[in-house]
């Protein structure tokens, strides 16, 4: 009944091949997809290991390099849709799982748990889990903030976590997705922002599922690790900005359990290192486009040249900063590629020190408030 597909780069091959065998074991999937990025040390290992995995499981363990299908930088967009493109083209299977390669903690409630909702009837399943409160930054600050203040009447600002990839499609739905130009163009770090965009777009009813595990990936150094995603993201929303998205999406979110407290201690990045960065990298061209932002924006950045500030950018300033980007920046642009990662960057440490510094349950309520907060803005005007 089902594909799942893998896309993956120079991930360790261990953790890859412990999934592809969890997906192999389960009754609903018939076939083993993995989409590597390139022929790298993964790439070599999973072709050796995948002839004897078919032959013990009985079902085909396939291994292809992706193709160049899209026209931004060839990244996991082009990965997601090779697979995509696969499911349709050379399989008659209804369902398509996606999940990332790096999920130390995957298992069997994953796949059944999306089948099930699947069973019910949803279009489109999106696994969710419990995230660091100082961690997914470009989700809240970059995604769930544009897609509030751009389309506040539909389902984009509700979804948990829209740069997810782990999600289930049904045929009909993986159809509309590869149709949709602006779909397959999109292969960098912004095709979950795409994914997303796309479903409520199409009008696909969506469930999203708590995974209680999570993902227990990697936490992120400094925040310089982030940077061509932060760009890719918010370049990915920028584009969509004149797009219309229907408003009566058909969407349910489970309900989700309680947080261990090893998940809310976790520090999301390294704060010290960070803080530098506001320092660095400044040119004369990125002090003239700070005439484009608010007063106190401008002058507190340009003061971080010294001594790093970012009090002044909490949630209102954001919301302005976020507008003047939508309609000024330019990706190809490298002063303003910084210039976004600066304030990106005073924005999460405002973040960290105003909200998350007061527990994780705070920070988590602060957040989704903030979602709504910027839907209400939009809506009403503030
Ligand atoms: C996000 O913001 O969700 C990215 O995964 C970085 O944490």
Known sequence: MSLVVFPFKEEDPEVLLASVKVALAHPRVKEVLCVGASEDHCFRAVSAAAPELTRTYGKPVGIIVQERIGEMRPGKGDGMNTGLKYFLEETDHRRLHFYDADIVSFSEEWITKAEEAADEGYQVVRHYFPRSSTDAMITWMIT??????????????WIEQPLGGELLLTREAAEKLFADPRVRRQSDWGIDTLYTFAMVAHGLSIAEIYIDAGKLHKLYGALTDLKTMLIECFSAVQGLKGEAVPEGTMHHIEYPGPVRQEMKERIGYDFERTLWLLRENWTDRQVELLALFPREVREGLLTSRQYPRFSFMDEDAWAEVYRVLLAHF?????????????????????????VALRGYDYAMYHLHRMVARYVHRALVGA
């Open 144 to 157: 769930r903030t544009g897609f509030a203040l751009l389309w506040p009447r539909s389902a984009l600002p």
């Open 330 to 354: 330019d990706a190809r642009d490298a002063d303003w590629a910084e210039l976004l990662f600066k304030l990106w960057i005073a924005r999460v440490l405002q973040y960290t020190t105003a």
